[in-house]
């Protein structure tokens, strides 16, 4: 199976800080990984598709990049609305897997 | 707009089974594969299987083989899984999604079905 490893597993950060959330592929997936959202007591919400993709209704503040393996989930300025768990996913070989997630706080 | 609505959360037993529905709204039911996701407390998502609508087609993580049904009806316009033999292994978030076939993305989610396995 293709383990996405996600870090930091928890971060903090304050109102208008650039933060970024990497996931590590184990495996070549293209650009088949994408980000989602997920507060408590709500569903995920999809954030980045095809790895770089903005997601309808996403603020622009939020971007998704690719090095390799490596994707990266970048906010430019962070507000209080984004505090969250962050996770991405695999969707180029089955078992589909989801990373551990990225726990997202306000300092 | 596209809707999932899934059923009420469920209190079974230990050994039991329990079905519960995906129902869609806003777009065309055949056209999307349905997608099903587990989330046991504390933990990260998990992908179950998908099943296409329109043929009935399904796939399955390979730890939910045996343990996850997934049907549809197309009359409705519903998606459904069964869980069986349930144990508290199985006591968990589970959520019904579409997936965008294009990019391969989870586009629209429903808003999950708590399933409870204790005697």
């Known amino acids: 199976d293709i383990q996405l490893t996600q870090s930091p597993s928890s971060m903090s950060a304050s109102l208008g800080d650039r933060v970024s959330l990497t996931c590590q592929s184990s495996q070549d997936i293209g650009n088949f990984l994408s980000w989602y959202q997920h507060k408590p007591g709500k569903p995920p919400k999809p954030v980045i598709f095809y790895a770089t993709n903005l997601a309808d209704g996403v603020p622009s503040r939020f971007s998704g990049s690719r090095s390799g393996s490596d994707y990266s989930l970048t906010i430019s300025s962070l507000e209080s609305e984004d505090t969250a768990i962050y996770y991405c996913?695999?969707?180029?070989?089955?078992?589909?897997?989801f990373g551990a997630g990225t726990k997202l706080e306000l300092k | 707009q596209v809707k999932l609505l899934q059923s009420g959360a469920a209190l079974v037993k230990p050994g039991a089974s329990v079905k519960m529905s995906c129902k869609t709204s806003?777009?065309?039911?055949?056209?999307?594969?349905v997608n099903w996701v587990k989330q046991s407390h504390g933990k990260s998502l998990e992908w179950v299987g998908e099943?296409?609508?329109?043929?009935?087609?399904?796939k399955f993580n390979e730890k939910f083989k045996g343990k996850a049904t997934l049907t549809v009806d197309q009359s409705t316009s519903t998606a459904y899984m069964e869980l069986s033999r349930l144990t508290s292994e199985d006591s968990a978030m589970y959520y019904c999604?579409?997936?965008?076939?294009?990019?391969?993305?989870?586009?629209?989610w429903g808003q999950g079905v708590m399933v409870t396995v204790s005697s």
């Open positions: 996913l695999q969707y180029d070989a089955s078992p589909y897997t």
């Open positions: 099943i296409y609508p329109n043929r009935g087609s399904t």
């Open positions: 999604t579409r997936r965008q076939y294009r990019y391969n993305y989870f586009d629209f």
């Open positions: 806003g777009y065309t039911f055949t056209d999307y594969w």
